[in-house]
């Protein structure tokens, strides 16, 4: 099989794993609630501590990356997603709802943790940045076609069922995907993993690739407030009309879409460390832009909203592809899984920690929440300029050649 060929297929299956995804991540509380007569607060809980469970085994299954092959691990992932969808509509107790989530948010994890590994046995340098931005506009139109998608199916709870198996499929679909792109490719190792104690301690004593690891909190925090709490404050504090936060996300799904192009044509002769200082001030302008929403008039709020979330988006398209690639890169062979597990773990523990921390921000006052996030992600300027000189030059201080 050509490399085109190989290309295509994962992309494709990207697209369809994004897909399912979209029919499901904005329905899934209702889906408990109102399709299997959960109580709000049960449902919360059991996703919260899924999310727990997948931040502990998404770094545990580094290991099965680096044992199995990355692509082993990204296909037996998709097929749990694929067995815990299709059981969600047989889920009534809390003790059922509790297991299969957490089997769904692990087995999320280990995806993520597999993919950039998997992507790797293929594409290496810039051609890995080419790809995951490409993966990365797969998955927006495949987010949004889902998103769509669902607004047909939500009403009932037959339908909100038909979306959980829909949504199974689609990984089984992915699953296959990957399986024919790679071929033996799949259980590929590179190198002979070392004994658990060393592997541990050599990711662990990697300073460089710990302070990467930070930086990709700060982007998370900085992105995800753009997708998670900007509704709340359009609704609640700016008296913004109830499609604004609808379209603020569709927004900056498109440009985050369109920005990629440029981003592709720029990869391969501007240093990612470039890119990266790009993000911090995007990001920086976009949030403090929200700063002084609660006493922005009437007129001004769709425009201030739309803005904010369009600057969100050209930050995300010029650090989170690069960011896994750069993760990547620098990670030795035979431990890219554990490397993986790590990133990963940093990037799930920012999802955990930012619903919690921007609500107790706003609870205060919506200036100190966008404030303090603009100041938190300003942090990783530094941090950037200090890594780009302790790391192998060519993953972040050099065009590629």
């Not at 509380?29 to 109102?34: A, D, Y």
């Not at 692509?71 to 297991?99: D, E, I, K």
């Not at 995951?132 to 987010?143: F, P, T």
């Not at 913004?240 to 369109?258: C, D, E, Q, S």
Request: charged letters at 10%; aromatic letters at 8%; hydrophobic letters at 55%.
């Amino acid at each position: 099989m050509t490399q085109r060929s190989r290309q295509v297929l994962l992309i494709t299956a990207a697209m369809i794993d994004a897909l399912g995804s979209g029919v499901w991540v904005p329905f899934s509380l209702i889906f408990f609630t109102r399709g299997q007569g959960v109580p709000l607060t049960t449902a919360g809980t059991a996703l919260t501590v899924g999310a727990l469970a997948g931040l502990v085994v998404g770094y545990r299954s580094g290991h099965l990356v680096d044992r199995r092959g990355a692509g082993f691990a990204a296909v037996l992932s998709n097929v749990l997603r694929t067995g815990s969808y299709c059981l969600y509509p047989l889920v009534h107790s809390t003790w059922q709802l509790m297991l299969v989530v957490c089997v769904t948010a692990a087995a999320d994890r280990m995806y993520w943790t597999a993919n950039a590994p998997m992507i790797g046995t293929l594409f290496r340098g810039r051609q890995l940045d080419r790809f995951l931005s490409l993966a990365a506009v797969a998955r927006v139109l495949g987010l949004g076609a889902g998103a769509g998608l669902a607004g047909f199916l939500a009403g009932t709870a037959t339908g909100l069922r038909s979306l959980a198996v829909l949504n199974g499929l689609s990984f089984a679909v992915a699953a296959i995907l990957i399986t024919l792109a790679l071929g033996r490719l799949m259980f590929r190792v590179p190198a002979p993993a070392p004994g658990r104690a060393e592997a541990a301690v050599s990711v662990w004593r990697d300073r460089p690739y710990l302070v990467l690891c930070g930086i990709q909190v700060l982007y998370v925090l900085a992105g995800s407030t753009f997708v998670l709490i900007l509704p709340v404050v359009v609704l609640d504090v700016m008296d913004g009309p109830l499609w604004l936060p609808g379209a603020a996300i569709v927004a900056g799904n498109l440009v985050l879409a369109l920005a990629q192009a440029p981003v592709l044509r720029w990869v391969g002769r501007v240093p990612r460390a470039r890119f990266l200082i790009l993000a911090v001030f995007f990001y920086a302008a976009g949030l403090l832009l929200m700063t002084p929403a609660a006493g922005i008039g009437p007129d001004l709020v769709v425009p201030v909203v739309l803005a904010a979330a369009v600057l969100g988006a050209v930050g995300e398209a010029f650090c989170f592809p690069l960011m896994i690639a750069a993760a990547d890169e620098v990670a030795p062979d035979g431990q890219k899984g554990r490397y993986s597990g790590l990133f990963q773990t940093a990037w799930g523990l920012a999802d955990v920690c930012g619903p919690l921390l921007y609500t107790t921000l706003l609870a205060v006052s919506n200036a100190l929440l966008w404030g303090t996030v603009a100041v938190v992600v300003l942090t990783a300027l530094p941090a950037v300029l200090w890594l780009r000189h302790r790391l192998p030059a060519r993953v972040l201080a050099e065009a590629a050649a």
